[in-house]
């Protein structure tokens, strides 16, 4: 582990909500985790504040996936602790899928369900999770479908929307849910270029309201622009992590150095 | 360039053959020409044949008596029955033997096709050795092995080997209690209607009571309790009584009770275990077509993994396990008519077996025995177009 210049300081969230100091929403102790052999993610350390919004760089394979999967449990980790809202994750089902349902995720491939229409891919969860009445769960989900400016495909299927839209869709599911935390797992990695601005923008405007939000992207216009501190991964470590100003600027280690002079020309 | 105007107004000269429509309705009458002739050169060729023989041609021959008897039946049978009984008799054992193998091939295909995706090396393995073997042997093999391999070699009537519950195995077959309802017993029957009547009416308001407060509902548990109260309940006030004609050995053989011969079982027995490992492995196939992403997509929001694979995986492997499991029941059925070798009176053996040898209307009785497995297979494919159209996945 190289030298970190912590942020502890997220003051006040754009949009007026102040954020206290001490309010962990994440925090990742001494984590491991290893596939079979392979030492995917190396003494990992990592406190995530409430309505801070990070933003995970990195080369491909340096676990920067890996990491926030482990955050709820898609995979699990072998040494370490990983507490999520104040949740520890075991073998314990219960409480993983109590972590679950307090943190929203956002796949690189959308991952909506096919066979269900837009409003019942968004309804799905709050009602079998949740026990929210149907008529309740698609007036949220309508809601939610008007933030993501698209509550006019509401009664269509994935496979008839663009994958814009479909990244859109997937972001108002995760939204139904009420989640305290996002994930999002390269969410514009799979858009065509004309499409990237429309996922963003909702990003953008989730972040301004104070949402706690992890993202690994490499949209580095978008770390400069909502993050609180990019964090950049190699080779499964934390290598660094930083202000974006400070961060783009005034990279301190060679590995970002190099990495940040190849993605941004 | 001064060419373009012409250009317009009169293309290149296309040779006539070039023309894709030309060429269209060339190939066609060129098709429908050689469809036709061969099957005129089909029809006078039997006609002369069967007229140079003498015989007749006409279905008459079906309201004659047929003279011989069949094992076992379905319906009442003798000698002096008609070849139409006989077809409808081999017909029955036909569709019973399909019916009862399809059952229990169904699910013993999906248990093995979950088994093999089981993380339990030793449950996986098992059902990776049952498939690859079953699959690798032929149908045919299997029957013998089960008819004269098993079956036939049990102890003789007299060393029958009793088992629980009054039920007899020996060389003619397996022999079981058969149940005798009394008159009364119509009301038990009653009761099952109605109960279930209200374990639907149960899950529909189950169904609506989770629409309107959220709130879920063991809708399985309480309705397989329900059916059971209540028919329990029908059972006691009607006063209703079921005896059991037991299987008794005689003299000779075994008298009374419910006798099946070991064609029928060991053709039930090979059918099933044959096409389970067919449908094992389309279940295996659907489960696996649902990519990762689906489950971890449901697992990211929360929901069990009784509901994920409920709502989320088993839909959508449906739609993948259903067109080739539908197809294996056909296989099953037709491959039935295998029984006629070992023994077993099913459509093919009786119909095209004894039936035309004594009658020797060979295209009248070849040509019903082939309309009724083109009906089930056409049957089974409109039903499939129709479930296809229903749970197609809707893009663009």
């Known amino acids: 582990m190289n030298q970190v210049s912590q942020t502890e300081s997220t003051s006040a969230a754009p949009g007026g909500m102040t954020v206290s100091d001490t309010d962990v929403a994440i925090d990742v102790v001494g984590m491991h985790k290893w596939y079979g052999d392979f030492h995917v993610l190396r003494d990992i350390d990592l406190r995530v504040m409430r309505g801070e919004r990070i933003v995970i760089a990195g080369p491909s394979g340096s676990g920067k996936s890996t990491l926030i999967r482990c955050i709820n449990r898609l995979e699990e980790h072998q040494q370490g602790q990983i507490i999520v809202n104040g949740t520890e994750l075991t073998n314990d089902l219960k409480r993983i899928d109590e972590v679950r349902r307090e943190v929203g995720m956002v796949f690189q491939h959308f991952n909506l369900f096919p066979h269900l229409t837009i409003l019942q891919n968004l309804t799905l969860a709050p009602i079998w999770v949740r026990g929210v009445p149907k008529a309740e769960a698609e007036d949220m989900a309508m809601h939610y479908l008007e933030r993501v400016k698209i509550p006019e495909q509401a009664m269509k299927f994935p496979g008839q929307l663009s994958g814009g839209q479909q990244q859109r869709v997937a972001i108002a599911r995760s939204l139904c849910m009420q989640p305290k935390i996002m994930l999002f797992d390269e969410p514009t990695s799979a858009l065509d270029p004309e499409m990237v601005k429309e996922v963003l923008e909702v990003m953008i405007s989730l972040a301004q309201e104070g949402m706690t939000m992890i993202c690994v992207t490499h949209e580095m216009g978008f770390a400069r622009q909502v993050a609180n501190r990019v964090i950049f991964m190699d080779q499964g470590q934390i290598i660094e992590q930083n202000e974006p100003e400070a961060f783009f600027s005034n990279p301190q280690h060679e590995r970002t150095k190099l990495f940040l002079s190849q993605i941004l020309h | ?396």
């Open chain 2, 1 to 396: 360039m001064a060419v373009q105007g012409n250009l317009r107004t009169a293309p290149p000269r296309t040779s006539f053959f070039n023309d894709p429509v030309v060429r269209g309705i060339i190939y066609q009458v060129v098709v429908a020409a050689i469809v036709i002739g061969f099957f005129a050169w089909i029809i006078v060729n039997t006609a002369q044949n069967l007229a140079a023989q003498n015989k007749s041609t006409g279905f008459d021959f079906l309201f004659r008596t047929a003279g011989f008897n069949i094992s076992f039946t379905l319906i009442p049978f003798d000698r002096s029955s008609y070849y139409w009984e006989a077809f409808l008799v081999g017909l029955l054992n036909t569709l019973l033997v399909a019916v009862i193998g399809i059952f229990f091939a169904t699910i013993l295909g999906f248990v093995l096709g979950i088994a093999r995706l089981s993380s339990n090396w030793l449950i996986s393995r098992f059902a990776t050795v049952y498939v690859e073997t079953i699959r690798n042997i032929p149908l045919l093999l299997q029957l013998f092995f089960w008819y004269f391999a098993v079956l036939k070699a049990m102890p003789a009537v007299r060393d029958s080997i009793s088992l629980p519950m009054g039920i007899y195995i020996n060389q003619r077959g397996l022999f079981v209690p058969k149940p005798v309802p009394d008159d009364q017993f119509v009301w038990v029957y009653a009761a099952v209607v109605l109960a279930l009547v209200l374990c639907f009416a149960l899950s529909r308001w189950a169904k609506r009571r989770l629409e309107t407060t959220g709130k879920r509902f063991p809708v399985l548990l309480s309705s397989i309790g329900l059916f059971l109260v209540v028919v329990a309940v029908g059972f006691v006030l009607s006063g209703a009584s079921v005896s059991f004609d037991m299987p008794e050995l005689q003299r000779f053989n075994f008298r009374g009770g419910l006798e099946l011969p070991p064609e029928f079982v060991a053709l039930v027995f090979g059918l099933t275990i044959y096409t389970a490992a067919f449908i094992a492995e389309n279940v295996r196939g659907g489960i696996q077509a649902v990519s990762h992403g689906q489950t971890e997509a449901a697992q990211s929001l929360g929901l069990k993994e009784g509901d994920r694979l409920r709502l989320v995986i088993v839909p959508q492997a449906m739609r993948v396990i259903i067109p080739p499991l539908t197809s294996q029941y056909l296989n099953l059925t037709k491959n039935s008519s295998l029984g006629a070798a070992i023994g077993y009176p099913e459509l093919v053996n009786v119909f095209t077996g004894t039936t035309l040898n004594q009658t020797g209307k060979a295209i009248e009785v070849i040509a019903m025995t082939m309309a009724v497995y083109l009906t089930f297979s056409l049957l089974t494919s409109a039903f499939m177009n129709w479930y296809n159209g229903r749970v197609a996945l809707v893009e663009r």
